[in-house]
């Protein structure tokens, strides 16, 4: 079946470090991949989604690319802020199915 | 455009009580997802509605769990009895169906439930 999996957390890094969060996926066919976010007391919010294989999903200066040669979605932003401070989620689908998660990583950025 | 609704946004109950859990779609969206979130994991598929059908029930424990989505509108999610490790994050989200395209999920609050 499919399955996802992520970096274990919690990372913890300064303001303007260079960030990435690293995901692997295992899936049948070619699924479309996600990350999204939750911060502190809210729901989950999509941040950046790659449909096909080569494609680079961007928001708000985070950006990751499908790999579909090492089976990899690593997120990664060059210049973190304290606002970026949440819980990361790594995800799969194919179509209208459900989504397949990864456990999350805690992010914690310090001024 | 409003989000996906849910409600309450906690609950706290004893085991063996039941309990129920309510969401309201965006408006249009045909399919209806209810995610369990235990803390420390990711959400896990429980049931996948679409319209007022069922796609996707395989991981929902239906000796104790039931879902409906009347109309094809708004879902309830019900427990009972529930069980101390049914304590989690209840996750609501939907999203259009076009035929051979990954529509975007939109998820709501979420309720918390603690049973104790």
């Known amino acids: 079946g499919n399955s996802v999996t992520q970096m274990e957390g919690p990372v913890t890094l300064s303001e303007e470090a260079f960030l990435t969060i690293n995901c692997t996926y295992t899936?049948?066919?070619?699924?479309?991949l996600f990350w999204y976010v939750q911060y502190p007391g809210e729901g989950l919010q999509l941040l950046l989604k790659?449909?096909?294989?080569?494609d680079k999903g961007s928001n708000k200066g985070f950006e990751a690319t499908y790999r579909k040669e090492t089976t990899s979605f690593h997120l990664e932003k060059g210049s973190v802020q304290v606002s970026d401070s949440a819980v990361y989620f790594c995800?799969?689908?194919?179509?209208?199915?459900?989504?397949?998660f990864g456990d999350g990583t805690t992010l914690t950025v310090k001024p | 455009e409003a989000g996906v609704a849910q409600s309450p946004r906690y609950k706290i109950i004893e085991k063996r009580q039941s309990v129920a859990f309510w969401c309201n779609p965006i408006?249009?969206?045909?399919?209806l997802y209810w995610y369990q979130q235990i803390l420390g994991q990711g959400p896990k598929l429980l049931i996948q509605?679409?319209?007022?059908?069922?796609?996707?029930d395989s991981q929902l424990p239906k000796d104790r769990f039931s879902a409906e989505r009347l109309k094809g509108v708004d879902s309830t999610l019900k427990i009972q009895p529930a069980k101390l490790e049914d304590s989690a994050v209840y996750l609501c989200?939907?999203?259009?169906?076009?035929?051979?395209?990954?529509?975007?999920?939109?998820f709501g609050p979420g309720t918390r439930l603690t049973v104790t």
């Open positions: 989200a939907s999203s259009l169906v076009t035929s051979g395209v990954t529509d975007e999920q939109y």
């Open positions: 899936a049948t066919g070619y699924p479309s």
């Open positions: 790659a449909t096909k294989a080569d």
């Open positions: 995800a799969l689908r194919r179509g209208a199915g459900k989504s397949t």
């Open positions: 408006s249009g969206h045909a399919t």
């Open positions: 509605f679409q319209n007022n059908g069922v796609v996707d």
